[in-house]
């Protein structure tokens, strides 16, 4: 298992292993409410503390495409002034708020083929950038910074952290 370096100054907060699910409907909105109040609370404390890096797994359980919680939102329009860079992913940027794509400014593009995807990425990464993602080898992907230069990525072997 990884360590933080500095426990005190690096956390890493998983709300399904702190909030464990079950199998009820009803405990199911239960679960999904104490996952988002904990996320909530984990985005004010990271703007709080500032100089940090949030790593948000999954984006689009937090925001859809035209809505976004208000602590992502803060931590996403807000945190470069208290020092706090986001990383965030999604399986469909389709799926996140604009506000987030706006905002960012590095890419890092997987295999993209489906049209409703490279349109909805194609108004913050031009289309052919994103077409070349369409012929990538398998695990294979594109950095993108804006205005710059794409740059292909090779897969990389898996390491075994002790």
């Given at each position: 298992m990884l360590r933080p370096l500095n426990p005190r100054a690096q956390r890493i907060i998983n709300p399904n292993a702190i909030i464990p699910k079950t199998s009820s409907s009803l405990d199911d909105e239960i679960w999904h409410e104490a996952k988002l109040d904990l996320f909530r609370k984990t985005c004010r404390q990271v703007m709080e503390e500032g100089n940090r890096l949030m790593v948000i797994d999954e984006v689009h359980q937090y925001c859809t495409k035209r809505t976004i919680d208000k602590a992502l939102e803060n931590v996403i329009t807000l945190g470069g002034?208290?020092?706090v860079g986001v990383i965030c992913t999604s399986q469909s940027v389709?799926?996140?708020?604009?506000t987030i794509l706006g905002n960012t400014t590095h890419f890092f593009i997987m295999k993209t083929f489906l049209k409703p995807d490279i349109d909805w990425l194609s108004a913050f990464i031009p289309k052919e950038v994103i077409s070349l993602s369409q012929t990538l080898p398998q695990y294979a992907y594109i950095y993108y910074r804006i205005g710059e230069k794409p740059l292909i990525g090779s897969p990389v072997k898996k390491m075994e952290l002790s």
């Open positions: 002034n208290r020092n389709r799926q996140v708020h604009n």
